[in-house]
């Protein structure tokens, strides 16, 4: 055998012991013996090469359960015509420092970004979810888009700033999120601007995975958003052998709340794309797997869309219970498809509503929904667990798949929307894995943008007691 033996090493080994090694050999790419250096040495023989660690830690990869890695890489390469920034802030959400900490408390209007550049049009784009939201535009950006002094001063919930000889001053206001922005004459601008391109997909995904790897990353799970079309774009990195990350990736049976989503689908035209997910499942590749569908309803909690219970404070000041995207009756559809062929069904959830709702719909099943292999469903974000959705996700068997974000990111959002008493049901991880649920965390977020990147992803493997 020729086997290369890391020694001298901390080897993390996450087995259910918790086991501490110090020292790990592998050979053709896999793991041939973890233990005692003298025990591993000997097991593998001589022969191989021998690297000393000097005590540096080795851990498994990490999982990034929820990373959006290829919509945030294309959204991040650098373009040839537009020039278009991330929000002003701090990432990840932006939601924590924003353009109102900087010292004019505004973004630049046009009269300043065409002096910094004339020759391109310019975008300092509003990430979602925060709403209301602030943008900005130079002339020529304005120009392309066709807005002009005649455009309304408000259209929807988008209010277009005039100076005082009504001019547009590059400044828009209100739903004017890249995203989840409910306004289709904002999800019109976005469309006319390269916002998520085609030819970024492949060179942004490429980056996204080289950050993830230095951060730890070796396998992600693409499971939200994923469009057929993106599929199939991870599908050729494979081919070609681009990918540096495992990818496992589940369709959504339908997407909204992007400015290029489709109208919504009606039953039967769902229905055929639960058939369609259910066609693509292949396990065959370690590198590359494609198994099970993604449903969901809501949106997030900026713009008022999260399906919550009781009424609550949407982005303008008006009461609302959320927005159902999908209807009730096309998860129960996914809920009955995947249980009769066999398909792993994950669903996004969060707010109260819709969460308990879910939970009556699978608890009507009368069994434990999983694959015939043993393989449990998954809920993806579980915002709101409290101890008796806990009770009822346990005893259906679930997974969840959820992210430190939302508490550090958005608790604050949610303080000031659901009120106070939510935050102790807000992504309780001890909660969950006390419960014996097998839990997974991820970023919600791509490209190592966030600093939290790492701990979000490792957060998931606490050990559970
Ligand atoms: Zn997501």
Redesign the pocket.
Same mark, same amino acid.
């Given at each position: 055998m020729t086997a290369t033996v890391w020694t001298n090493a901390t080897v993390v080994t996450c087995d259910p012991q918790n086991t501490v090694a110090d020292a790990v050999a592998f050979d053709g790419g896999r793991i041939v013996a973890v233990g005692r250096e003298d025990e591993v040495r000997s097991s593998v023989g001589p022969g191989g090469e021998v690297v000393d660690l000097d005590g540096a830690t080795v851990l498994p990869g990490l999982i990034d359960t #929820?990373p #959006?890695l290829m919509h945030f890489g294309a959204l991040a390469e650098p373009l040839v015509e537009w020039i278009m920034t991330t929000p002003v802030g701090e990432p990840h959400y932006f939601l924590r420092r924003s353009y109102r900490d900087l010292a004019e408390g505004t973004l630049p209007d046009r009269t300043t970004l065409d002096r910094a550049v004339p020759r391109h049009p310019v975008f300092i784009q509003a990430w979602a979810p925060v709403t209301p939201n602030l943008c900005a535009m130079n002339s020529m950006a304005l120009e392309r888009l066709g807005i002009t002094r005649d455009t309304p001063d408000r259209v929807e919930n988008v209010w277009v700033e005039k100076d005082e000889i009504g001019e547009p001053t590059g400044r828009l206001r209100g739903s004017v999120t890249n995203y989840y922005s409910d306004s289709e004459f904002m999800n019109d601008l976005l469309r006319r601007m390269p916002v998520l391109q085609g030819d970024a997909l492949v060179p942004g995904t490429e980056r996204a995975m080289q950050t993830a790897n230095q951060l730890g990353v070796t396998t992600i799970y693409e499971g #939200?958003?994923m469009a057929f079309s993106l599929i199939e774009v991870y599908r050729w990195m494979r081919n070609e052998g681009r990918l540096t990350t495992r990818v496992l990736c589940s369709p959504e049976a339908e997407t909204f709340g992007v400015p290029w989503s489709e109208p919504p689908l009606d039953l039967d035209d769902y229905v055929a794309r639960l058939a369609r997910a259910e066609a693509l499942v292949d396990h065959s590749d370690e590198m590359f797997r494609i198994d099970g569908v993604t449903v969901s309803r809501y949106g997030p909690c900026g713009p008022g869309f999260i399906l919550m219970r009781d009424p609550y404070l949407g982005p303008y000041g008006e009461t609302t219970t959320g927005r159902s995207f999908v209807s009730p009756d096309k998860i129960e559809a996914a809920i009955r498809h995947c249980d009769q062929h066999d398909l792993r069904l994950n669903v996004v959830t969060a707010g109260t509503a819709e969460g308990d709702h879910l939970l009556d719909q699978l608890e009507a099943l009368k069994h434990r929904p999983a694959t015939t292999d043993g393989r449990s469903w998954v809920l993806q974000n579980f915002y709101f667990a409290d101890p008796d959705r806990v009770r009822r996700v346990a005893a259906l068997g679930l997974a969840v798949t959820t992210s430190m974000s939302f508490s550090w990111g958005k608790g604050e959002l949610v303080r000031q929307r659901f009120g106070e008493h939510l935050l102790e049901d807000l992504i309780p991880l001890a909660r969950l894995a006390e419960a014996g649920i097998h839990v997974g965390c991820g970023t919600?977020w791509g490209r190592g943008a966030c600093r939290s990147f790492p701990c979000c992803v490792a957060t998931g493997g606490w050990p559970r007691r």
């Amino acid at each position: 055998m020729t086997a290369t033996v890391w020694t001298n090493a901390t080897v993390v080994t996450c087995d259910p012991q918790n086991t501490v090694a110090d020292a790990v050999a592998f050979d053709g790419g896999r793991i041939v013996a973890v233990g005692r250096e003298d025990e591993v040495r000997s097991s593998v023989g001589p022969g191989g090469e021998v690297v000393d660690l000097d005590g540096a830690t080795v851990l498994p990869g990490l999982i990034d359960t #929820h990373p #959006h890695l290829m919509h945030f890489g294309a959204l991040a390469e650098p373009l040839v015509e537009w020039i278009m920034t991330t929000p002003v802030g701090e990432p990840h959400y932006f939601l924590r420092r924003s353009y109102r900490d900087l010292a004019e408390g505004t973004l630049p209007d046009r009269t300043t970004l065409d002096r910094a550049v004339p020759r391109h049009p310019v975008f300092i784009q509003a990430w979602a979810p925060v709403t209301p939201n602030l943008c900005a535009m130079n002339s020529m950006a304005l120009e392309r888009l066709g807005i002009t002094r005649d455009t309304p001063d408000r259209v929807e919930n988008v209010w277009v700033e005039k100076d005082e000889i009504g001019e547009p001053t590059g400044r828009l206001r209100g739903s004017v999120t890249n995203y989840y922005s409910d306004s289709e004459f904002m999800n019109d601008l976005l469309r006319r601007m390269p916002v998520l391109q085609g030819d970024a997909l492949v060179p942004g995904t490429e980056r996204a995975m080289q950050t993830a790897n230095q951060l730890g990353v070796t396998t992600i799970y693409e499971g #939200h958003l994923m469009a057929f079309s993106l599929i199939e774009v991870y599908r050729w990195m494979r081919n070609e052998g681009r990918l540096t990350t495992r990818v496992l990736c589940s369709p959504e049976a339908e997407t909204f709340g992007v400015p290029w989503s489709e109208p919504p689908l009606d039953l039967d035209d769902y229905v055929a794309r639960l058939a369609r997910a259910e066609a693509l499942v292949d396990h065959s590749d370690e590198m590359f797997r494609i198994d099970g569908v993604t449903v969901s309803r809501y949106g997030p909690c900026g713009p008022g869309f999260i399906l919550m219970r009781d009424p609550y404070l949407g982005p303008y000041g008006e009461t609302t219970t959320g927005r159902s995207f999908v209807s009730p009756d096309k998860i129960e559809a996914a809920i009955r498809h995947c249980d009769q062929h066999d398909l792993r069904l994950n669903v996004v959830t969060a707010g109260t509503a819709e969460g308990d709702h879910l939970l009556d719909q699978l608890e009507a099943l009368k069994h434990r929904p999983a694959t015939t292999d043993g393989r449990s469903w998954v809920l993806q974000n579980f915002y709101f667990a409290d101890p008796d959705r806990v009770r009822r996700v346990a005893a259906l068997g679930l997974a969840v798949t959820t992210s430190m974000s939302f508490s550090w990111g958005k608790g604050e959002l949610v303080r000031q929307r659901f009120g106070e008493h939510l935050l102790e049901d807000l992504i309780p991880l001890a909660r969950l894995a006390e419960a014996g649920i097998h839990v997974g965390c991820g970023t919600d977020w791509g490209r190592g943008a966030c600093r939290s990147f790492p701990c979000c992803v490792a957060t998931g493997g606490w050990p559970r007691r």
